[in-house]
């Protein structure tokens, strides 16, 4: 019997981890839709800044953060989350990070890394190598103001000319099962870079810069500002990215951990159902034994 209530405190174990993962799927299926929209109105908003740039009649060259250089350090920023429990996705971060051929090219003197996430942050200084900043614990409620802390550390290396490019490794959402990670480039500006950022959609009149239009203040402030506002956009999009990537992640996990303990509960109850049918069989053995044993 002690046998008996061993597996029924099992299962009665397991079905408790199955209503926690259950609650957790369903908050991070919750969570999800929410980043994944704010994620959509994000990049629409860096398509309007681009219109914007659109119709100031900008040109690549005339943009401050479109600046070719030959000397600086590259700065890698690669994010993943600060919590576990979704899936490969950070590692899936790293394993880019190191791989990448950019960041095997170059000594460790020529580049510089950030981190986004205590995930990223714990790998690569597991590996030896020591992020020069590390941004951890970001709220879940990030937004665009939280990300000029971000942005100006970014912009005060590109303002002292100690940086030359900037590429970041970071999840991209594709719907609730599927996320890839993608290694792009931030800066300099450019054709290419932006098109890697926005899909046709939210390129609206393409980065072809057209018909002027009056501006107020003058022409070159706006083209400054709007600048700065459409790195800060891309930052803040690839940190609602990450959250939609992670949520997704974390739905699917906890999915298949729900799974997994049903099929245990599954295995446990035959099993206790056999061991049970085992016991009472024995004791009707023994019952009829000692009757058996009395009538002689």
Same mark, same amino acid.
């Given at each position: 019997?002690?046998?008996?209530?061993?597996?029924?405190? %099992?299962?009665?174990?397991?079905?408790?981890?199955?209503?926690?993962?259950?609650?957790?799927?369903?908050? $991070?299926? #919750?969570?999800?839709?929410?980043?994944?929209?704010?994620?959509?109105?994000?990049?629409? +908003? /860096?398509?309007?800044?681009?219109? @914007?740039?659109?119709?100031?009649?900008?040109?690549?060259?005339?943009?401050?953060?479109?600046? %070719?250089?030959?000397?600086?350090?590259?700065?890698?920023?690669?994010?993943?989350?600060?919590?576990?429990?979704?899936?490969?996705?950070?590692?899936?971060?790293?394993?880019?990070?190191?791989?990448?051929? !950019?960041?095997?090219?170059?000594? &460790?003197?020529?580049?510089?890394?950030?981190?986004?996430?205590?995930?990223?942050?714990? $790998?690569?200084?597991? !590996?030896?190598?020591?992020?020069?900043?590390?941004?951890?614990?970001?709220?879940?409620?990030?937004?665009?103001?939280?990300?000029?802390?971000?942005?100006?550390?970014?912009?005060?290396?590109?303002?002292?000319?100690?940086?030359?490019?900037?590429?970041?490794? =970071? &999840?991209? +959402?594709?719907? =609730?099962?599927?996320?890839?990670? !993608?290694?792009?480039?931030?800066? &300099?500006? @450019?054709?290419?870079?932006?098109?890697?950022? *926005?899909?046709?959609? =939210?390129?609206? @009149?393409?980065?072809?810069?057209?018909?002027?239009?009056?501006?107020?203040?003058?022409?070159?402030?706006?083209?400054?500002? *709007?600048?700065?506002?459409? *790195?800060?956009? *891309?930052?803040?999009?690839?940190?609602?990215?990450?959250?939609? #990537?992670?949520?997704?992640?974390?739905?699917?996990?906890?999915?298949?951990?729900?799974? /997994?303990?049903?099929?245990?509960?599954?295995?446990?109850?035959?099993?206790?159902?056999?061991? !049970?049918?085992? $016991?009472?069989?024995?004791?009707?053995?023994?019952?009829? @034994?000692?009757?058996?044993?009395?009538?002689?």
């Amino acid at each position: 019997m002690a046998f008996l209530i061993d597996i029924k405190k %099992k299962i009665q174990s397991v079905q408790g981890t199955r209503k926690i993962t259950q609650a957790m799927e369903l908050v $991070a299926a #919750s969570r999800m839709k929410a980043f994944q929209r704010r994620a959509l109105a994000t990049r629409a +908003y /860096a398509g309007a800044l681009l219109e @914007g740039l659109h119709q100031s009649r900008a040109e690549w060259a005339e943009l401050p953060l479109a600046e %070719k250089r030959a000397e600086g350090k590259t700065l890698f920023i690669v994010v993943t989350s600060d919590k576990g429990l979704c899936g490969s996705l950070n590692q899936q971060q790293i394993r880019a990070l190191f791989r990448d051929e !950019r960041w095997n090219a170059l000594n &460790p003197d020529e580049r510089m890394l950030f981190t986004i996430g205590r995930k990223s942050a714990e $790998a690569c200084i597991a !590996r030896g190598v020591k992020p020069e900043r590390r941004f951890d614990g970001l709220k879940e409620d990030f937004k665009p103001l939280d990300a000029l802390v971000i942005v100006h550390e970014i912009l005060s290396l590109w303002n002292a000319k100690e940086i030359k490019q900037v590429i970041m490794v =970071a &999840p991209e +959402y594709v719907n =609730a099962f599927t996320t890839r990670v !993608r290694v792009k480039t931030y800066l &300099p500006f @450019g054709h290419e870079m932006i098109e890697s950022h *926005l899909n046709e959609d =939210a390129l609206r @009149g393409g980065t072809e810069f057209g018909p002027s239009v009056i501006t107020e203040p003058e022409r070159e402030t706006v083209i400054e500002k *709007l600048s700065f506002q459409l *790195l800060e956009a *891309l930052v803040t999009h690839a940190f609602y990215e990450l959250k939609a #990537s992670e949520y997704s992640s974390r739905m699917v996990a906890m999915k298949h951990a729900t799974e /997994a303990a049903g099929d245990m509960i599954k295995a446990l109850t035959l099993e206790y159902n056999k061991a !049970r049918q085992a $016991a009472i069989t024995q004791q009707l053995a023994e019952l009829a @034994g000692a009757g058996a044993a009395m009538g002689t």
